[in-house]
Structures are given as C-alpha cells and as structure tokens.
C-alpha cells in the first residue's frame, strides 16, 4: 500500500470511475507497490490503474508527471496514458487528495 492508507472503498472508486470517467467496473483490485495507493480496475473491454496520491503530492507535481508522460508518448516510448475525465481533466480531487486514471500497460 501507498505511503498514506487510502480513503477510498471500492463503493467510492466504482462511484468515482462511473460519475468522472463514465467507465463501468466489473473488478477491482489493489496493488501493493510504489507511494500512491494503486488499483486495477478491469472492465468488460480493458483495464486501467487508478491512482490516489498522498496528500503531500501537489498538484503542479502531478501535471508535470502527465507532461512527460504525454511527451514520452509523442516520442513512441510504451507508457501509460493518462485518461481523462469527462469534463476534459487529468484528474480527480478526493478528499484532499488526487486521484487519476491510466491505461493499464504490462510491465
């Protein structure tokens, strides 16, 4: 688990997933590695990573993490893309904390 106990249930991500994203859940699952709290979430037709920052990771940190990532992706380097909500965001806010979804990749 992440470096802070999570504050979501599963409830609360299916809520999170179907209200901001408009993605239907049929698992999920924690994953217990690196310092944000991580699910997987699967679905009928792909799956996904969820991640829940700490509360002291900011948000300029995170859109600077979506940067790279973004541009890594433009170079053709295999990372995971970062979805974004329906109101067009890279992320969700959740109790003080932040909390974005990726395309889940191997590896």
């Known amino acids: 688990m992440g470096m802070q106990k999570s504050n979501l249930t599963i409830e609360k991500i ?4 179907e209200k901001e994203y408009e993605i239907i859940p049929k698992n999920i699952s924690e994953i217990n590695r690196g310092t944000a709290n991580i699910f ?3 679905t ?3 799956s996904y ?4 920052f ?3 990771r900011t948000l300029e940190s995170i859109e600077k ?3 790279i990532i973004n541009f890594l992706a433009n170079k053709n380097i295999k990372v995971p893309n970062y979805i974004k909500t329906i109101d067009n965001e890279f992320y969700v806010k959740n109790e003080d904390r932040i909390i974005i ?3 889940y990749i191997e590896g």
């Open 65 to 67: 993490e979506i940067d």
């Open 101 to 103: 979804l990726q395309d």
């Open 14 to 17: 299916q809520e999170i997933l």
């Open 44 to 46: 009928d037709k792909k």
């Open 54 to 56: 700490n509360k002291k």
């Open 49 to 52: 990573i969820l991640k829940e």
């Open 40 to 42: 997987k979430i699967e």
